[in-house]
């Protein structure tokens, strides 16, 4: 009977540590009719101007509120009045503490950083009460461990002791592993690769052990500035995103003791986050102290042009969505978490959010969301970060600009902002009362910008002379090993052919692979068989005889877009690996 009581008792104890559940909350997507009947599912973004903005599976839509039916108007005026008042709450508590001596702000500060830090919640609250009960199992079961080899009337029961060994190592294993996820949480380099691939060759990346580096010219492939009604007169031009001036994202995050807020008095200058466009996003709220968005000076997709016409963000850029997948990250913040828009990493609908605008994933690492009301991306910087005296993150990229910094043109509304043919200039057109304006600025690979004021008054021309257009330091379409004898050369119908570098380097390779950023491999070759599998599924049996060693051209129009890694063997024996980007 005592055996018996003693195994029941190791046995339950171990439940007790490694079982525990986890409840979240899931929001269901709105069902929007229109006025012709159609209708159809997806998640309220943002209203600008006229417009609804709505994340679909299928990407953001954008739709006249005027052809919503009648009920889907009132829902979104509801939306509307809903936000303005979440904010105008914030707003308040803003004034108050401007109003407070500088011993009450500081007090303020860290009674909500108290709060916050209690926020990140039940979670952290309930990991500790866990990380408690794993000690005192832990104390219970090398007590017993003890007296089956110590007291002497034990004795017949130590056949239970390899069994309190085993649940004293479970358990000490289950303590560790819990841990370390959920405090240790490093990202992966190919998890960030496949996240940027959809944007490159126009983003480049690159990491060493502590930092993932993305490059780019600081344009999007989105119109910008259309429907800003607080126009500051500033307009985006190319910045050197480049070199040692790249965005620094940590590869191994570190989740801080207190989570710093994103608010007005803190990340007031420079970016919290990058796109995964390459795109940075700033602070919700400007270095004035006032919210971007409600204040309307963003464009459509949450952006607008710097003092250094620096085109940036202020929300999270849900439009990439409809060219990245629901499930992939549309930005990282700089304290190296991901941000997702609606869905889950795993396609489900986002559960409850903690009090910094995120939580932790099933996979023990933490994460932002996005959502249409503030913090509208991160509530609080979960991850350990360095924020300088002029209130911004560092290591911070800088943007430059070519002209002196204007001042807000009251009552214009942006109406389009066109590119150029040759991707070397804008013509930015806006209303001011009953006229018509634009601004037409274009600008040479030397650096020499010509703007053009026109009006109907006349045109007045202003020359500036900034640095050379940059170039991204890693080439994206090719990326391969040094001395290597060979490339990888993609053309724009995605046929995929190994080349030599020189005359001298004959191509021989007897086998060869294509893996992609997650190890599957998508094609296979050797001189006795060819299996080209463009779908991108796990390789099948297939022969096909060949009677050269010279590779074949790989058909590779049905792949994702992405990275991938060449890996091939020479006839002499050799091996040789090259990565390149599928566009």
């Known amino acids: 009977m005592l055996k018996t009581l003693l195994l029941s008792f190791t046995i339950l104890l171990a439940q007790s540590l490694c079982g525990h559940d986890a409840h979240y909350e899931i929001t269901a997507p709105h069902q929007w009719t229109l006025k012709n009947g159609n209708s159809f599912s997806g998640s309220f973004y943002l209203i600008k101007g006229e417009n609804v903005l709505i994340e679909t599976e299928q990407g953001v839509k954008t ?23 979440i904010n105008a709450m914030q707003n308040i508590s803003s004034k108050k503490l401007e109003n407070n001596s500088l011993s009450e702000i500081k007090l303020a500060n860290k009674n909500r950083e108290k709060t916050i830090s209690t926020g990140l919640t039940s979670n952290e609250t309930q990991e500790k009460t866990t990380n408690k009960n794993h000690l005192i199992l832990i104390g219970i079961l090398l007590c017993l461990a003890f007296a089956l080899k110590k007291i002497t009337a034990l004795k017949p029961l130590k056949f239970a002791f390899p069994i309190l060994i085993s649940a004293i190592l479970i358990t000490l294993t289950s303590f560790t592993v819990s841990k370390a996820k959920r405090w240790m949480g490093s990202t992966r380099v190919s998890f960030m690769d496949s996240a940027f691939s959809y944007y490159k060759p126009a983003v480049s990346t690159r990491n060493d052990s502590k930092y993932y580096y993305v490059e780019s010219l600081g344009l999007p492939d989105h119109e910008t500035m259309l429907g800003i009604t607080g126009w500051q007169q500033q307009v985006p031009i190319p910045q050197c995103y480049v070199g040692s001036n790249a965005w620094s994202i940590p590869l191994n995050p570190v989740v801080a003791a207190t989570p710093v807020p994103v608010n007005q008095n803190h990340f007031l200058r420079g970016a919290i986050a990058v796109a995964v466009n390459g795109i940075a996003i700033f602070n919700p709220y400007t270095n004035t102290g006032v919210d971007a968005f409600l204040d309307g000076q963003l464009d459509q997709y949450g952006g607008h042009s710097g003092r250094a016409d620096d085109y940036h963000y202020h929300i999270a850029p849900n439009v990439l969505y409809s060219k990245v997948p629901l499930t992939s990250p549309v930005a990282f913040a700089l304290d190296g978490f991901a941000t997702y828009g609606s869905k889950e990493p795993d396609g489900t609908a986002m559960k409850t959010l903690d009090a910094n605008h995120g939580h932790y994933g099933s996979d023990g690492v933490y994460h932002y969301h996005s959502s249409s009301a503030a913090p509208y991306m991160i ?16 290591p911070q990229a800088a943007a430059k600009g070519v002209r002196p910094a204007l001042t807000p043109l009251k009552g214009a509304t942006i109406t389009h902002n066109h590119p150029y043919a040759n991707g070397m200039g804008f013509k930015l057109t806006y209303t001011l009362g009953t006229e018509k304006d634009t601004v037409d600025y274009s600008w040479t690979a030397n650096g020499d910008y010509t703007f053009k004021f026109i009006t109907p008054a006349g045109t007045t021309t202003s020359n500036y002379k900034g640095q050379a257009l940059c170039k991204l330091t890693v080439g994206n379409k090719n990326i391969t090993t040094p001395n290597n004898p060979y490339r990888i050369v993609v053309s724009p119908e995605k046929q995929i052919s190994l080349q030599p570098n020189s005359s001298s380097n004959p191509i021989s390779i007897t086998e060869s692979a294509v893996y992609n950023i997650n190890g599957a491999k998508v094609y296979q070759h050797n001189s006795n068989l060819i299996n080209n599998n463009a779908s991108g599924s796990p390789v099948t049996t297939e022969a096909i005889r060949q009677t050269s060693a010279q590779p074949p051209t790989i058909n590779a129009a049905n792949w994702a877009p992405g990275a991938y890694f060449y890996k091939a063997k020479t006839s002499n024996g050799n091996a040789l690996t090259i990565k390149f980007i599928l566009p």
């Open 379 to 394: 509530g609080n910087m979960v991850g350990e970060v360095t924020e300088d005296a002029t209130l911004q993150i560092i």
């Open 63 to 85: 739709i006249p509120i005027s052809q919503l039916s009648t009920s889907d108007k009132q829902w979104v005026e509801d939306k509307l009045n809903w936000i303005k008042k």
